[in-house]
């Protein structure tokens, strides 16, 4: 019997080594495997790193060739204006177009164009002067019976924004945009004065204020400030895509600015839509005044108002004054590019009148 025990516990011995061992090695393999997921896991945050730390290089590195080409483009307006301050055109070296310079991996694109070469939605903003009468502080805004306006009680909104608001609606409807009629037209200038205007009055039955943003599904408010950008007519009341990208071509935004001022000079032969909105003019006379600009533009402002085809032509002093023959804002958009990186900067100028040019706004973006 002791020798059967003894057998017994021999065949068991290497029975339980075997599991042992068996175990053992499920470990190992679960520990390399998890090392191998570690390494793994590790290895791809490093290359993640580097390509991400690789971007910001390229995209720093586009960023500072688009402040060389702002740079450059400060001296061609300098040089531009350099002795000639009384007259803008197109015939000036600012004027040449888009221009692409190549650098090492990449290349740098830029075009200059003139702010007022195009209307200034900013220019909807009233410009109120106020009334020698004593305001009537119980009273409600009153409505202009000209343009149907509301202003605040005591103030009257200048002839240069009246102007404005009829020229913007004149342009609205002879881009002849589908679907777009005067009541149409009409109703988008109340939305953009709303937007832009000080109050929170309601300037007539197209206006727009809190009242009707917050409503929304996605609730806001008006800005009741001047718009930083073309970009904002994608939240204003009556405006769509369609609509913003016929009118993309003719308007444009001056920072912090009612101005409302355009360059006979510098206004495109195919953008004659502008001058018939602000002169209330055919279109062929619109186009004239355009074709009979000489090479370095009209030197005053009065040679565009001598012209024969203006000769039965009347014009208001208010309405003349509309036009200028020189420019004080300008926009340069860049576009560089660097080992596959892209980056776009708008940057808009202003000319002081000591031929100073300053930056007074920069946009990173297409738009």
Known sequence: MKRVNTMQGDFSAPYIDKKQKGVALITVMLIVALAAILVTKMSSKLQFQLQRTENIEVNQQA?????????????????????????????????????????????????????????????????????????NTNTSPTTTATTGTTTASGTVPTESHLLAIAAFEKLIVALNIENVSEFEAKDMVDAVTDWVDSDSFVSNNGGAEDNDYSSKEYPYLAANHYMASINELRIIEHFTLPIIDALKPYVCVIPNSSLHKINVNTIAADKSEILMAVLDMTSDVANEIISSRPEEGYEKIADVFSLPLLANTELTQEQKDQLVVDSEYFTLKTKTSFNNGFFFLNSMMKIENNNQINVISRTIGRD
């Open 63 to 135: 960023y500072w060739y688009a402040m060389g080409a702002e740079a450059l483009a400060k001296r061609v307006l300098f040089m531009s204006f350099d002795g000639q301050e009384s007259v803008t055109h197109l015939d000036q070296i600012w004027a040449q177009g888009e221009s692409s310079y190549p650098i090492d991996f990449g290349e740098i694109t830029g075009e200059i164009t003139d702010l007022q070469s195009c209307f200034n939605l900013n220019a909807l903003r009233k410009d109120t002067t106020t009334s020698n009468s004593t305001p």
